[in-house]
């Protein structure tokens, strides 16, 4: 059984950074991508940043010069690095793999369980 597991989540003030991580543990054979979204109270979730098995990247573009995503793909793990943070960044932060290749056969839209940046002003 393939979960993922985020940490790095919590409370910073503007201006200030944190740097989430999101390991795939369980047997795996392979992961197409890797992606983090965030959901804001009562919102849907919305795509962050995203990262391909090649090492191509993509970002919402209320992040884009502020976040940055990267893997280690020897421990299946994908990190946000998240610097200048403001208030409106505040939300629960997910990762997800779109499709992971396992013992098991193939998994869509494996998430993880969020958590919670909180930007003070």
């Known amino acids: 059984q393939v979960q993922l597991v985020e940490s790095g989540g919590g409370l910073v003030q503007a201006g200030g950074s944190l740097r989430l991580s999101c390991t795939a543990s369980g047997i795996i054979y392979g992961i197409n991508a890797m992606e983090w979204y965030r959901q804001f109270e009562g919102k849907q979730r919305e795509l962050v940043a995203s990262?391909?098995?090649?090492?191509?990247?993509d970002y919402g573009n209320s992040v884009k010069g502020r976040f940055t995503i990267s893997k280690d793909d020897a421990k299946n793990t994908v990190y946000l690095q998240m610097n200048s943070l403001k208030p409106e960044d505040t939300a629960v932060y997910y990762c997800?793999?779109?499709?992971?290749?396992?013992?098991?056969?193939?998994?869509?839209?494996?998430w993880g369980q969020g958590t919670q940046v909180t930007v003070s002003s």
């Open positions: 990262i391909t098995r090649g090492g191509s990247t």
């Open positions: 997800k793999i779109p499709i992971i290749a396992t013992n098991r056969g193939i998994l869509h839209d494996t």
